[in-house]
């Protein structure tokens, strides 16, 4: 099957790297931080100002959009880059996570998993070959293999749920159609090393045109992620782009790209926004509620060029936060989504100028640990 992507690596530092994941929507400028679009859609964004916050990727979530409006519908409507008016890169994951961690109305079994709306409590079935059909339908350029997300700690179930990993990302690769498509396959095995290497020997030996981590960010210690980061990044070909799933703080981000990794998502930079929290690039978080803000002109971050940070103080924001107007998740969220995006940019630049080393040793000075107090 020819393929229109194509992964160039510019420059390293260590296992960092500095790459263009080619696609069919446009090049996508490595390392990245995507923002997630559950049902196609940034929350409270445009997509121009999703764009004007610096992404260049966005991830939508099948199971939603399965689910609603119906990936047949989209399909119908030129498919998820027309919908929703998004001419950019998009990835879509394969449900997975979203119907495993519906564990009281899930049921699996070796050749897929039977599950309940959350919405009407309606009985579903998804396969591999069922979750590459729909996300073909939504018309995604990077796709998932559908992989079963296991609890991190129970060694018993991660061991079974590996076997079901491991032969599900073969059906879905015997399934895939669409050229004009990537689809990634999946590394597990929670927190256990032997685990994770057996997986990344055996999906990296599949033939995907990119690999992704998942189950991290699921209750381990960012020690263990770490780890195992490390471990599975020494194992995936260094050729194709790498893509921790469910990632997105700017410790984490850092810490990834150190470790060889080029794709992030998160919902973390919207979530927060909508609960009246700004991130900060050291790490730190703002609670826009906090009564010392009321009179302080300064913007989110001084260092911040985000379009909220430009125009509006913090008096303004945590006006809009207590007044619950729509308009404060709007600005909080181009903030965090903009500390995000550049953050990777910043990483990416110093990596293609030689400096990567002493970036990461600044970045690490600047951190203030998670009391914004002195913010």
């Keep these: 099957m020819s393929t229109p992507f194509r992964f160039e690596i510019l420059a390293t530092a260590g296992k960092a790297r500095a790459g263009i ?36 990727l966005i991830l939508a979530n099948t199971y939603h959009l399965y689910l609603r409006p119906g990936a047949a519908l989209v399909a119908e409507m030129g498919g998820l880059h027309r919908f929703m008016a998004w001419p950019h890169p998009i990835l879509t994951d394969s449900g997975g996570f979203q119907v495993f961690s519906l564990s009281d109305l899930r049921e699996v079994d070796d050749d897929g998993v039977t599950f309940r709306s959350h919405l009407d409590g309606s009985q579903h079935r998804f396969t591999p070959e069922i979750a590459v059909r729909v996300q073909e339908q939504l018309g995604a350029d990077i796709i998932m293999a559908l992989d079963e997300c296991p609890e991190p700690y129970d060694r018993a179930y991660n061991e079974q749920a ?20 990537a689809l990634f396959g999946i590394v597990q095995g929670g927190v256990f090393p032997d685990l994770r290497e057996q997986s990344a020997r055996f999906i990296a030996s599949l033939g995907f045109p990119g690999h992704a981590i998942g189950g991290l ?29 469910g990632v997105g703080t700017p410790r984490d981000l850092v810490a990834g790209v150190q470790r060889g990794v080029d794709i992030f ?111």
């Design 21 to 56: 994941f080619h696609t069919p929507h446009g090049p996508i400028p490595t390392p990245v931080f995507a923002p997630v679009g559950t049902q196609a859609s940034v929350k409270a964004l445009t997509p121009e100002q999703v764009r004007a916050a610096g992404a260049t």
């Design 162 to 181: 590996l076997v079901r990993t491991h032969r599900w990302a073969e059906r879905s690769l015997k399934a895939h159609t669409r050229s004009d498509q």
């Design 217 to 245: 960010s699921v209750g381990e210690t960012p020690e263990e992620r770490d780890a195992i980061t490390d471990l599975v990044t020494d194992i995936l070909p260094a050729d194709k782009p790498r893509y921790l799933m």
């Design 265 to 375: 998502d998160c919902v973390l930079p919207t979530r927060l926004a909508r609960h009246g929290t700004a991130m900060l690039r050291d790490g730190r978080r703002l609670n826009v509620r906090n009564a010392r803000f009321a009179r302080d002109p300064r913007p989110l971050d001084p260092t911040c060029t985000c379009y909220t940070c430009r125009t509006f103080s913090r008096a303004y924001v945590r006006h809009l936060v207590v007044a619950k107007e729509m308009l404060a998740a709007t600005l909080l969220s181009i903030h965090n989504i903009h500390t995000l995006t550049q953050l990777a940019q910043s990483m990416r630049q110093a990596i293609l100028e030689g400096r990567f080393d002493d970036w990461v040793a600044q970045w690490q000075q600047s951190q203030a640990g998670p009391d914004a107090a002195a913010a």
